[in-house]
């Protein structure tokens, strides 16, 4: 590069003159412009980077499509009337569209079931630290792993594995969605039981926030393709005449449906309690202002 004749060297995007001052490549082009192509050694160099001469790099506008005719490529963006705003994005003019030309790959299978996988070493691992406390008088549900942290979300249920079943000695009553033959053997072997029970959206919903209904619903019965799995006595199905004999000698019941929609009509119940007991309240303090403002005019002001 020519533009000095007392350029000593360049480094980077940086040109040193006499070893002392330093002009950055950028302002290349302020330097020829302003003319001091053939300049003596002595260079006024604040002129030189001053930030008035600096220029950005060209580079190329890119264009803006679709906005508004006056631009001249809005409307339909220079694809013609065939590409308008109701045409499919994926619309070739008419001709088969590649999506339709390549063949069909995969599978997907609409009846898969979308459980939570739970370790029978998870829970022994809860008992321990003691974020599970255990009721041996009662059916435990899916809600109690939900409130001591082991699980986080329940869309289609939970299915239990067996992972660590020669370390699990907790004998223990779950009601689960299903369960693997290990993790059957491992619970029993300790003295518990598993009933698989069947749960669809709204039971599921129902059991993890029974908050959100004035009164709960029953539980359905399971599908046509399920229903081998829940009378299945080997795989602990609620079912099986075996396993609701075992849960009716047991809990009283076969599943904890009935448990549950006693405890949600009790805390209804008392929820109904505190509502009038709050409205009575402010009944009475509202009377008492009237009172109030009757015996001393306008002015008079009782605050409870």
């Known amino acids: 590069m020519k533009l000095f004749s007392s350029v000593s060297n360049v480094v980077g995007r940086s040109i040193i003159l006499n070893g002392s001052t330093t002009i950055p490549m950028t302002a290349r082009a302020a330097i020829t412009r302003t003319g001091m192509r053939c300049m003596s050694t002595t260079v006024n160099t604040h002129r030189l980077i001053n930030t008035d001469d600096l220029q950005p790099?060209?580079?190329?506008?890119?264009?803006?499509?679709?906005?508004?005719?006056?631009?001249?490529?809005?409307?339909?963006?220079?694809?013609?009337?065939?590409?308008?705003?109701?045409?499919?994005?994926?619309?070739?003019?008419?001709?088969?569209?590649?999506?339709?030309?390549?063949?069909?790959?995969?599978?997907?299978?609409?009846?898969?079931?979308?459980?939570?996988?739970?370790?029978?070493?998870?829970?022994?691992?809860?008992?321990?630290?003691?974020?599970?406390?255990?009721?041996?008088?009662?059916?435990m549900t899916l809600r109690d792993l939900m409130e001591c942290g082991m699980i986080s979300r329940v869309k289609g249920g939970v299915k239990l594995l067996a992972q660590g079943s020669e370390k699990f000695t907790t004998p223990i009553?779950?009601?689960?969605?299903?369960?693997?033959?290990?993790?059957?053997?491992?619970?029993?072997?300790?003295?518990?039981?598993?009933?698989?029970?069947?749960?669809?959206?709204?039971?599921?919903?129902?059991?993890?926030?029974?908050?959100?209904?004035?009164?709960?619903?029953?539980?359905?019965?399971?599908?046509?393709?399920?229903m081998d799995l829940y009378l299945d006595g080997e795989k602990c199905g609620y079912l099986s005449p075996e396993i609701q004999a075992r849960n009716l000698a047991m809990f009283g019941a076969v599943t904890s449906e009935k448990r549950l929609q006693q405890e949600h009509v009790d805390y209804m119940n008392l929820r109904r309690k505190i509502f009038a007991m709050r409205a009575s309240e402010q009944g009475f303090h509202q009377a008492i202002k009237v009172e109030v403002a009757r015996d001393h005019g306008a002015g008079g002001a009782y605050e409870p």
């Open 57 to 139: 790099l060209p580079y190329k506008k890119r264009r803006r499509w679709g906005r508004g005719i006056g631009s001249g490529r809005g409307k339909n963006s220079g694809r013609g009337h065939q590409f308008s705003s109701s045409t499919p994005r994926a619309f070739e003019g008419g001709q088969t569209p590649i999506y339709k030309r390549l063949p069909k790959i995969g599978f997907h299978n609409v009846g898969e079931l979308d459980f939570e996988t739970i370790n029978v070493s998870k829970i022994q691992e809860f008992v321990d630290m003691g974020r599970l406390q255990v009721d041996r008088t009662r059916l």
């Open 173 to 226: 009553h779950l009601e689960v969605s299903n369960a693997s033959k290990g993790a059957i053997n491992a619970i029993e072997a300790a003295g518990g039981t598993v009933p698989c029970t069947h749960f669809n959206r709204l039971a599921m919903r129902a059991l993890i926030h029974p908050v959100k209904f004035q009164v709960l619903p029953r539980r359905a019965r399971p599908p046509p393709r399920l």
